[in-house]
């Protein structure tokens, strides 16, 4: 795992601490690395409850309640996807805390006709507005946009955590 990433994943669970918070991922592209590096941090035990890999259309609707109209509509890789995603993390957990991420890491277009590189995020945390982004990094090559998703998603997270302190 790249350094940068576990070290922002430390932060992410240091905030999560000192905010006690808990929390949970929903990730298509990144197929369960967001889950691995949150895993390996310290602190994971009592601050990650874990993840949902949900990489089909089929599975996003089954695992996380992602209505199949709007992926029909939308498609998997949109912000409306990606904010499906993290409700459906939240809704079927008890974290405080959810990001998810929708993309195509490639090496090829999805289905929809999605560039590589197009990547949709979502961070939910219960009691507060949603927020999403998105992020079009090319076709850099698949685990560049893997990785690259993976500390935009945890960079997303210590800031979501981080304005507890602001808001409580």
Same mark, same amino acid.
């Given at each position: 795992?790249?350094?940068?990433?576990?070290?922002?994943?430390?932060?992410?669970?240091?905030? %999560?601490?000192?905010? /006690?918070? #808990?929390?949970?991922?929903?990730?298509?592209?990144? !197929?369960?690395?967001?889950?691995? =590096?949150?895993?390996?941090? &310290?602190? @994971? @035990?009592?601050? $990650?409850?874990?993840? $949902?890999?949900? +990489? =089909?259309?089929?599975?996003?609707?089954? %695992?996380?309640?992602?209505?199949?109209?709007?992926?029909?509509?939308?498609?998997?890789?949109?912000?409306?996807? %990606?904010?499906?995603?993290?409700?459906?993390?939240?809704?079927?957990? =008890? @974290? /405080?805390?959810?990001?998810?991420? #929708?993309?195509? !890491?490639?090496?090829? &277009?999805?289905?929809?006709?999605?560039?590589?590189?197009? =990547?949709? $995020?979502?961070?939910?945390?219960?009691?507060? &507005?949603?927020?999403?982004?998105?992020?079009? +990094?090319?076709?850099?090559?698949? #685990?560049?946009?893997?990785?690259?998703?993976?500390? /935009?998603?945890?960079?997303?997270?210590?800031?979501?955590? @981080?304005?507890?302190?602001?808001?409580?």
């Amino acid at each position: 795992m790249p350094e940068n990433l576990a070290s922002i994943a430390e932060k992410v669970l240091r905030l %999560a601490n000192d905010f /006690d918070l #808990t929390v949970v991922v929903a990730e298509s592209c990144t !197929a369960g690395l967001l889950c691995q =590096t949150l895993s390996e941090a &310290p602190g @994971a @035990a009592e601050r $990650f409850h874990g993840g $949902f890999v949900t +990489y =089909t259309k089929e599975h996003k609707t089954q %695992a996380l309640g992602v209505p199949s109209r709007l992926l029909q509509e939308k498609g998997a890789v949109s912000r409306e996807v %990606a904010r499906a995603m993290a409700e459906g993390a939240l809704l079927h957990s =008890t @974290a /405080d805390l959810a990001v998810a991420i #929708t993309g195509v !890491a490639g090496p090829e &277009p999805d289905e929809d006709g999605n560039p590589v590189g197009l =990547t949709c $995020f979502a961070v939910a945390r219960r009691g507060r &507005p949603m927020y999403d982004f998105e992020r079009r +990094y090319g076709n850099i090559g698949r #685990t560049a946009v893997q990785q690259r998703a993976v500390a /935009d998603a945890l960079t997303a997270l210590a800031e979501a955590a @981080a304005r507890r302190a602001v808001e409580a």
